[in-house]
């Protein structure tokens, strides 16, 4: 909040504090849009235009590029207004936070060792997104949250498939089985079923058990006739999972 003895705006009403945040938003001023808006719900903390402004406040600080703010302001909004007509926007909001801040999950695979790396941010996102998707199928914001989330499947299936491969490389044959086997239970419809197949079957051969090894095949073979891994052959990417854009 602004302080009183330097504010020019201790004699605005709620609708012309809100218009002035309107335009530093406008203007692509956040923190001083930030400044107005708290100011506004601190003064005027009944009716339209504080509700508002509490959802002004995280679409401000996601354009600030703050989302742990953004994510914290829409948390605060759907607690207090559960019901209100706009609520389907602070989830959208709340995903999106999340999802920009986890646009590095997998475009920076081998900046950081994958067993390492806490996908945290993607499964918030994809539980956000869900939430509306779920509770308001009518949104205008849900196409785009159904892409998303079907963006966030396949990331986080090739994020469980990097770390059996990094599991692979260093003789943990068990672990990298059960990280495999993972991605085949709870992303049945990733691209990333490919790898994780493969991944199993090398696992199980390297753990002499070989009827698994066996079966892992030829589930493979029966999904992905064609793939590269039966026939030797280098393998390639095939998904664009890692541009959303």
């Known amino acids: 909040m602004l302080p009183e003895q330097q504010d020019e705006t201790r004699n605005w009403s709620a609708q012309k504090l809100y218009a002035a945040a309107k335009g530093e938003m406008s203007d692509g001023n956040y923190e001083k849009a930030i400044k107005y808006f708290e100011t506004l719900e601190a003064r005027y903390p009944y009716g339209r235009y504080a509700q508002q402004a509490q959802l002004e406040t995280a679409y401000a600080y996601f354009k600030d590029n703050e989302p742990v703010s953004a994510i914290s302001a ?62 308001f ?58 790898d994780a197949l493969w991944l199993m079957a090398q696992s199980y051969g390297a753990l002499g058990l070989n009827q698994l090894r066996d079966d892992s095949l030829r589930v493979l073979k029966l999904n992905f006739p064609h793939s590269a891994y039966l026939s030797g052959g280098p393998k390639t990417a095939k998904s664009s999972w890692w541009k959303f854009w």
Not at 97 to 119: C, H, I, K, V
Not at 146 to 153: C, F, G, H
């Open 74 to 135: 829409a948390d605060r909004f759907i607690k207090l207004h559960p019901n209100h007509v706009h609520v389907d926007y602070a989830y959208y909001l709340k995903g999106l936070a999340n999802f920009n801040e986890d646009q590095g999950l997998l475009a920076r695979l081998s900046d950081q060792d994958m067993s390492e790396r806490d996908p945290k941010a993607a499964r918030e996102s994809f539980e956000a997104f869900k939430e509306l998707v779920t509770r």
């Open 137 to 194: 199928p009518n949104s205008k914001y849900t196409p785009d949250a159904t892409a998303r989330m079907r963006y966030l499947v396949d990331a986080l299936a090739y994020h469980e498939v990097h770390v059996a491969r990094y599991y692979v490389k260093r003789g943990a044959y068990v672990a990298a089985a059960n990280r495999a086997q993972y991605v085949l239970e709870h992303y049945p419809q990733a691209p990333a079923r490919e």
